[in-house]
């Protein structure tokens, strides 16, 4: 297995994890994070963010099974890790969240989305 698949492989089971986390039991998840409990009602949207972690777990573990992984979504999923990067900086420099609280998210994004660059696939050929 490559070092990119790997990586693959590694994001797909962080993206199940935060999904199943998100979906299963958000109080207690967010406690544990550090963050405020969340307003019941926000479980609804809890609930959607965590169909979109599970499908994007889903979709980097066919990517990992892949010969030749689709740029197109990797690229996406380093999008989705500057932005969760930024994110995390914005709130931690307003004061919102301590470092405590951003510190691992925002070290796997930045590691995750320097290691997708680096082992960015070959372009595919015709």
């Known amino acids: 297995m490559t070092r990119q698949k790997t990586l693959l492989w590694l994001i797909a089971i962080s993206q199940f994890i935060l999904g199943a986390l998100v979906i299963l039991i958000p109080a207690q998840f967010f406690l544990l994070m550090g963050l405020s409990e969340p307003p019941l009602d926000n479980n609804y949207m809890l609930g959607m963010l965590g169909a979109r972690f599970l499908a994007y777990g889903a979709g980097m573990a066919m990517l990992a099974r892949q010969e030749t992984p689709d740029q197109f979504w990797i690229k996406n999923m380093i999008f989705i890790q ?3 990067f930024a994110a995390g900086a914005f709130y931690l420099a307003t004061g919102a969240i301590t470092i405590a609280i951003a510190g691992f998210p925002m070290f796997n994004a930045a590691l995750f989305t320097l290691l997708l660059v680096i082992w960015f696939p070959a ?4």
């Open 123 to 126: 372009p595919r050929t015709a």
């Open 82 to 84: 500057i932005i969760d």
